[in-house]
């Protein structure tokens, strides 16, 4: 009896499921399955062997200046015509091990555009740096930096040649920056800095940033971490959202904080919003000789573009600038995988809300009820096993499907 009742309660909530995903499936779903196909294995493979055989891509090396050149050139050739070097000097001030530098330079950001045709003065910001450095012997020589940032340089480069394959017209701008720098910004000044700053100063409309640093060393953990910056649920959401529906990893969701790092925090500083994406398992190539594409995991960093280019055109199509009736992503859950606590956070929760949390077999474990006016709910996890989990979330967002992994 027991048997068959589990049996179904599965059948029940893989038909709620199901039902419900088709229900919530995000508006425009075949153009961001369009996008995400052609994202080419190959091409990124290509990509970061590259930017990797270019020697280095140091900030102080004789080429950092050639090294953007050819970067723009790299958009310019998927037919982009809105593509320039944004150029600024850099005060550089460190003493550490053979790092030894107390100079100023100019440094080269590459920026390249596809103007809005609806909206052209709402911009999406998608980046990653490309200047690279390693402490084993001289950076300005050798420093590969295949997964610091190659990895976050493609996502931008990968994501442009697709859209541009696709003739894809945005209603809103979609902005792809490479930045110089980032690896000494905590010794003097970084590109991700001048860039924020000015767009600051010019008052640019960005709705969001989505900024990739490391996202190719997976060691078969299949997590992308994201940031949770307290102000960017939105932008996070929708980081979930796309991991979630069109990739096969699994979003990790920092615990919600008003800092931000590297070269998102200038953006986070200046007042936009934004996500950092990140792999789960740290590179134990890291500034080093070997950080190198045969130590890279393509078919993650595959995954991981999949996630920048299906919110570059999510967010264009669907969220904008105003207020969308879409508001999926107005609901987060971290951190997932969890180990103790699950939070479970409704932005703008006017009415009260359900949320429920089933096991994989079906059974209902826990009800909770989120009272008007909160927006954060907890679920103590440690009196279940490892394994998966999911939660259906009842809010003013709708009907919402969640898969959590206990470990």
């Not at 900030?59 to 723009?72: D, F, Q, R």
């Not at 596809?114 to 450095?133: A, K």
């Not at 971290?334 to 956070?345: A, Q, S």
Request: include cysteine; hydrophobic fraction near 35%; aromatic fraction near 10%.
């Amino acid at each position: 009896m027991m048997k068959a009742k589990t049996v179904v309660l599965t059948m029940v909530l893989s038909g709620l499921l199901m039902t419900n995903y088709a229900q919530n499936r995000p508006r425009n779903d075949s153009v961001i399955n369009e996008a995400i196909s052609r994202i080419s294995t190959d091409s990124i493979q290509y990509q970061i062997k590259w930017l990797q055989d270019m020697g280095t891509r140091f900030l102080m090396a004789p080429n950092h200046k050639e090294v953007a050149e050819k970067i723009k050139a790299r958009f310019e050739s998927y037919g982009m015509t809105q593509v320039r070097l944004d150029s600024f000097e850099c005060y550089t001030d460190i003493n550490y091990g053979i790092l030894q530098y107390d100079t100023t330079t100019w440094q080269y950001n590459v920026e390249a555009k596809i103007i809005g045709s609806l909206y052209p003065d709402e911009e999406i910001l998608l980046m990653g740096h490309h200047d690279n450095v390693q402490l084993d012997s001289d950076p300005e020589i050798f420093t590969p930096g295949a997964d610091d940032n190659a990895s976050g340089t493609v996502a931008a480069l990968e994501t442009a040649r697709v859209l541009m394959s696709m003739e894809y017209q945005p209603e809103r701008t979609i902005t792809f920056l490479t930045t110089a720098a980032e690896e000494l910004m905590n010794f003097g000044d970084a590109g991700s800095e001048h860039y924020a700053a000015e767009a600051e100063a010019a008052g640019k409309n960005i709705w969001g940033v989505i900024n990739n640093d490391m996202i190719a060393y997976d060691n078969g953990s299949g997590i992308m971490t994201f940031s949770n910056v307290i102000g960017s649920e939105e932008i996070t959401g929708v980081a979930e959202l796309i991991t979630n529906t069109y990739t096969s990893l699994t979003p990790y969701v920092d615990e919600p904080s008003y800092y931000s790092g590297a070269d998102l925090k200038p953006f986070i500083n200046a007042g936009y919003r934004g996500v950092y994406l990140m792999e789960n398992i740290f590179n134990p190539y890291y500034h080093s000789e070997f950080d190198l594409v045969e130590n890279c995991d393509i078919d993650y960093l595959t995954e991981a573009i999949k996630i920048s280019c299906g919110m570059v055109v999510y967010t264009d199509l669907t969220v904008g600038i105003s207020e969308s009736d879409y508001t999926k992503t107005k609901v987060s859950v971290h951190p997932n995988p969890c180990n103790n606590i699950l939070y479970v956070r409704i932005n703008g929760n006017r009415n009260t809300s359900q949320v429920i949390l089933y096991n994989a077999t079906g059974q209902l474990l826990k009800s909770n009820v989120l009272p008007a006016n909160q927006n954060e709910i907890s679920f103590v996890m440690t009196e279940y096993p490892l394994g998966i989990y999911y939660l259906l979330v009842y809010s003013d967002a709708g009907i919402i499907t969640s898969k959590v992994i206990r470990q």
